[in-house]
């Protein structure tokens, strides 16, 4: 998993004042030199078009650590605010114990304040250059779809 990834990601929302568009940009996980043998680092730059014939562009970009916890066997999220501490939990990533296809899926989700985030991760299991992931957010303010799919570069 570690190395540079092209992503795009398409955010459908169903309510007029959170915008609708696609994400496009690039990605890096890189393992991070702390303690934790199973700790990455992730980083992502990108331009969001909004709407469909808007012409509008803004520059996005987020950071998170990923740690694997290998006594449950579950991947802890971070959010991040620079490459080299943890910042605020964002959620546990659990595997499932019986996969249904050739994918190795995992699913996460983080209550913040009144929003409710669903993550969904799927790694095909036949080569490692793609990945998907899908959050469900739902909440007062929020009601989207953003669905993210990974190419290696």
């Given at each position: ?73 579950s991947i802890n999220v971070y959010f991040a605010t620079n490459q ?70």
């Open positions: 998993m570690e190395g540079v990834w092209r992503f795009n990601r398409e955010i459908k929302s169903q309510l007029a004042s959170s915008p609708s568009g696609i994400v496009t940009g690039q990605a890096t996980l890189i393992k991070t030199p702390q303690e934790n043998p199973l700790q990455y680092f992730y980083s992502e730059e990108g331009k969001f078009r909004l709407g469909r014939d808007t012409g509008s562009e803004l520059d996005v970009s987020r950071q998170y650590f990923y740690e694997y916890d290998q006594t449950k066997d080299s501490t943890p910042d605020k939990f964002f959620h546990t990533l659990n595997f499932e114990k019986e996969q249904k296809d050739a994918d190795w899926r995992a699913a996460g989700e983080h209550l913040c304040e009144a929003d409710h985030y669903n993550a969904n991760y799927i790694f095909p299991l036949k080569g490692h250059n793609t990945f998907s992931i899908e959050f469900n957010v739902r909440g007062p303010q929020k009601d989207y779809v953003a669905s993210t799919k990974f190419t290696k570069i």
